[in-house]
């Protein structure tokens, strides 16, 4: 499947591009205060975006599992800084659930 | 950080090295995953092996597992490729001002790690302490090779992985996500770019082909942020 091959190519080219391609040009350039701003709370917004769609199934709904892990995971981000910590308890509430409820 | 501390040291490679480890035990279950697929749907260890070496997205590696199962030709793989990868748009440029002091090879090698979750881990430093290219590099050595090998060994020894959920492994990247924006939500604005993002990603899913509510979520999310900050400022005048 040589066509397969070229095909990764390609798509690893896009998605490298799509990575690569504004850092360059934002890095270089004397930004805006507002632009600064802007920037300053993308973050928040792609970060928030990104664990409300994990934490959803393919119907968008909401286990009971993943709903007790996110509200241990933010009660513990809350009086912990240390991810490592954060992210192990959150796994742990959610294993345990599972292995008590099924 | 201040603009004459080192860009990159040892300690701050090593943190991220570390901080890395429950997202690259993720990364290890959910890759062995991926190679499952890839070797059913007619991909040889090879290719699976490739496709993480090069393409290094999970979205991307799982879409394209989904459609060579399905007998999808080039032309859909690199349409829904594209699709997948435009968030990182949005990545990049926020990215892209911490990264002033980078050289551009250090710059080409991070677009190359710029994956979610590197991203979080990196933003969620770079916001508390400033420029810190060790620790990306770090969480990168990390989560790259764990990925890698994982796809790898998936599409080799198959069915003997079991499934990440009994080790509620699959939390562990909401779990990173949400331990990493919770601390950042200290202003107004926060909140706003925060919440108006989550809503703009869950309600424009449904429409928006690929990952594309991600990049609408990104891109909107900060103006809504903004608009809440200039009521807030003029309510104060």
């Not at chain 2, 949005?90 to 590197?118: C, M, N, Y």
Request: glycine letters at 10%; one cysteine or more.
């Amino acid at each position: 499947m040589t066509w397969l091959v070229w095909t990764i190519l390609a798509m690893a080219a896009l998605t490298y591009l799509s990575r690569y391609i504004l850092i360059p040009l934002v890095s270089r350039r004397a930004l805006g205060e507002g632009l600064k701003r802007y920037l300053d709370l993308v973050p928040a917004s792609v970060i928030a975006s990104l664990a409300a769609v994990t934490l959803l199934d393919k119907n968008q709904a909401l286990a009971p599992d993943m709903a007790l892990g996110a509200l241990v995971t933010i009660g513990v981000a809350l009086i912990s800084r240390n991810i490592l910590v954060i992210i192990v308890v959150g796994i742990a509430v959610v294993a345990g659930f599972r292995w008590l409820v099924g | 950080m201040t603009d004459d501390q080192p860009l990159y040291s040892g300690r701050s490679f090593r943190l991220g090295f570390q901080q890395a480890l429950p997202v690259a035990l993720a990364y290890v279950a959910i890759g062995a995953a991926m190679g499952v697929l890839g070797a059913e749907a007619g991909m040889s260890v090879g290719q699976v092996g490739l496709l993480s070496l090069t393409v290094y997205s999970g979205a991307t590696q799982f879409a394209a597992a989904g459609l060579i199962a399905a007998g999808a030709g080039a032309t859909a793989l690199i349409t829904t490729a594209l699709l997948l990868t435009l968030r990182h748009l949005v990545l990049a440029a926020s990215i892209a001002p911490h990264l002033t002091r980078a050289k551009w090879w250090h710059q080409v090698l991070i677009a190359f790690g710029l994956t979610d979750e590197a991203y979080a881990l990196a933003m969620g430093r770079f916001t508390r302490q400033g420029p810190d290219l060790g620790y990306l590099i770090g969480v990168m050595a990390t989560l790259y090779p764990a990925w890698v090998a994982a796809t790898v060994a998936g599409a080799a020894v198959g069915g003997l992985i079991p499934d990440p959920k009994i080790y509620g492994l699959d939390f562990a990247f909401p779990a990173c996500f949400l331990g990493l924006v919770v601390p950042t939500l200290k202003r107004a604005r926060d909140w706003a770019a925060a919440l108006a993002g989550v809503a703009i990603a869950l309600f424009s899913a449904p429409i928006l082909p690929g990952s594309l509510n991600l990049l609408a979520a990104g891109a909107l999310g900060p103006v809504v942020g903004l608009a809440v900050d200039r009521a807030g400022r003029r309510k104060n005048r």
